[in-house]
């Protein structure tokens, strides 16, 4: 399972980055989020998802940066206990960067740590509610452990604020099409 699982983490890392996260109180994600709703447009839906992230990903420190960055890279590497190390100090610098607490929720999830991966992932959701890869995240996590009706759930939520989302578009219809027929 953890040569799976492996893959999935570089794919968590190259798609949302290996910076730290201060900016979710950032004025400009509002307007952000209006357009991504707003837009049919693939391409523009994909720029728009990558300003939010990249003012995710903004540390004023760059201690903070290296912390989030040496982690990031560790647990693409497999090497969790410097993972774990690296975002268990950063969380202690910064606990109220939301993008902190996602990538050791990551992190937890490839640990196959669930509950934890659950905590840090709603410790994320109360810092940045419109967090659409933690909300996603959850809903991988419930998949997991094979909660179908709570991952729909989370994979809905997360489409609600990002419709661009194709893999987790992908996944809930398939989770709809199996639960429906689970009923029938």
């Given amino acids: 399972m953890r040569t799976v ?3 999935l983490a570089l794919v968590f890392v190259l798609l949302y980055g290996v910076a730290v996260g201060a900016g979710q109180e950032d004025p400009r994600l509002d307007g952000l989020f209006e357009r991504l709703q707003s837009t049919h447009d693939a391409q523009e839906a994909a720029r728009i998802e990558a300003k939010i992230w990249h003012i995710w990903l903004q540390a004023d420190q760059e201690d903070l940066n290296v912390l989030m960055r040496q982690g990031a ?6 090497n969790f206990a410097l993972a774990l190390e690296s975002f ?14 996602n990538k050791r ?7 196959r740590k669930f509950d934890a991966s659950i905590a840090d992932v709603k410790q994320t959701l109360a810092l940045e509610p419109r967090h659409f890869g933690a909300i996603a995240g959850l809903g991988l996590i419930y998949e997991q452990l094979g909660n179908l009706p709570a991952a729909l759930q989370a994979f809905r939520e997360g489409l609600n604020v990002n419709p661009h989302m194709a893999s987790i578009r992908k996944k ?3 989770i709809a099409r199996e639960l429906k027929d689970r009923n029938i």
């Fill in 73 to 78: 890279i560790a647990m693409s590497a497999n």
């Fill in 5 to 7: 699982l492996a893959p």
């Fill in 105 to 111: 929720a990551t992190l937890y999830y490839l640990m």
């Fill in 88 to 101: 268990n100090a950063l969380i202690r610098l910064a606990p109220n960067l939301a993008e902190a607490w």
């Fill in 172 to 174: 809930s219809q398939k």
